[in-house]
C-alpha cells in the first residue's frame, strides 16, 4: 500500500508539473485564477475517492497477507532455498499476474463489474491527477480476485513441482513485484512520460504496455489493449490496438457521467449547478443538454 502511495505520489507530481508546463504562458496567477473551481472540484473528488478506497481496503486481504497465510500452510525446511530463483520466481510472478490482470480487466471489469470500473475510465483527461485515475474508489475488488488467483496459481505449481519451500523466495521477492506494479500502473497513467519517443520505445522494448499504449485503452469508443502491464496477452488475444488503427481518440466516456455518478452507478449526479461552477464538463463528459 505504501509502496503504491510513494511511487503515485511521484508521478501525481510530475504529471502536475505536465499540466503547468504545457499552460505554463499564462503565468501562476491567471493559471490558479482559471482553473480553481476546477482545481477545487478535482480535489475533493479526489478525497471522496481516496476515502472509499481506503475503507474498502481495510475490509480485504492484500496480496502479503495472502502470502502469509500460505506460508504457514507450506511445510517447513531447515535449508533454506537459494536464492538464485529470485529472479525466475519473480518473472513467473509478474506473468502469472498479469495474465490474472488481463482476464479480470476485459471479462469482468469490461462486463459484468463494469460499474466498478466506471469511474476509472470517467476523465477526459488522462493523467494520474484525475479522481478515478489517481483515486480508484473500487479497485480493492478486482485486485482482490487478481491476487487470490495469482497467488493459487504460483502456489499450486510450486506444490506441482514438490518445490513448496520456494514460497519463501516469493515472500522475498513479492516488494519488488509490488514496485514494479506500481510503477507501470502509474506511468501507463502519466501524461508526463507519454510526450516522450524514449519512454515508449523503452517500456516496449521490455514489453511493458507504454503510456501511449494504454491511452488507447482510455478511448471512448475502442475496445482493447486490456493488459494494465503488458501488451502480450492483448498480442496473444487478439485485442491489441496500435497507434495506427485508432484514428482521432476521445477519451473518457460516450455518455454522460460525472464523478458522483461514477461511484452510485449512475442513480444519483451531480446537479447541473455544481456542474457548473466546478467546470466539471472539462474534464468529463457531459450530454449536450447539460453541457457547459
Known amino acids: 500500500m505504501w509502496l503504491f502511495a510513494y511511487v503515485q505520489l511521484g508521478f501525481i507530481s510530475l504529471d502536475l508539473f505536465e499540466h503547468w508546463y504545457s499552460a505554463r504562458y499564462l503565468g501562476v496567477r491567471r493559471l490558479l485564477n482559471k482553473n480553481l473551481a476546477l482545481i477545487c472540484g478535482i480535489g475533493i ?14 475490509t480485504l486481504p492484500t496480496l502479503d497477507k495472502l502470502t502469509l497465510i500460505a506460508t504457514g500452510l507450506a511445510p517447513t525446511h531447515s535449508v533454506e532455498p537459494s536464492r538464485v530463483w529470485a529472479v525466475p520466481i519473480f518473472l513467473a510472478a509478474f506473468v502469472t499476474g498479469t495474465f490474472f490482470d488481463y482476464l479480470v ?30 483515486a480508484r474508489p473500487f479497485v480493492v475488488v478486482p485486485n482482490f480476485l487478481i491476487n487470490v488467483c495469482s497467488c493459487a496459481a504460483i502456489f499450486g505449481v510450486l ?7 520456494l514460497i519463501a523466495i516469493f515472500m522475498h521477492v513479492l516488494p519488488a513485484l509490488l514496485l514494479s506494479f506500481a510503477f507501470v500502473a502509474s506511468a501507463s497513467h502519466s501524461n508526463f512520460l507519454r510526450r516522450f519517443d524514449f519512454v515508449d520505445k523503452s517500456f516496449r522494448f521490455l514489453l511493458l504496455i507504454s ?59 451531480l446537479s447541473q449547478r455544481v456542474r457548473a461552477r466546478y467546470q466539471v464538463g472539462r474534464v468529463c463528459r457531459l450530454s449536450r443538454r447539460q453541457s457547459l
Open 211 to 269: 503510456p501511449r499504449e494504454h491511452l488507447l485503452h482510455h478511448a471512448a469508443r475502442l475496445k482493447g489493449n486490456y493488459g494494465n502491464f503488458t501488451a502480450i496477452w492483448d498480442r496473444l488475444f487478439g485485442t491489441y490496438i496500435s497507434r495506427g488503427e485508432a484514428g482521432n481518440l476521445a477519451l473518457g466516456l460516450d455518455y454522460d457521467q460525472d464523478f458522483l455518478g461514477a461511484i452510485t452507478a449512475g442513480r444519483m449526479k
Open 105 to 134: 480487466h476485459r471479462f469482468l471489469l469490461h462486463g459484468p463489474l463494469w460499474r466498478l470500473h466506471e469511474n476509472h475510465h470517467l476523465p477526459s483527461v488522462v493523467s494520474n491527477v484525475m479522481p478515478g485515475i489517481a
Open 45 to 58: 473528488a479526489c478525497f471522496a475517492y481516496f476515502g472509499i478506497q481506503l475503507a474498502l481496503a481495510s
Open 159 to 165: 506444490r506441482l513441482l514438490g518445490q513448496p519451500e
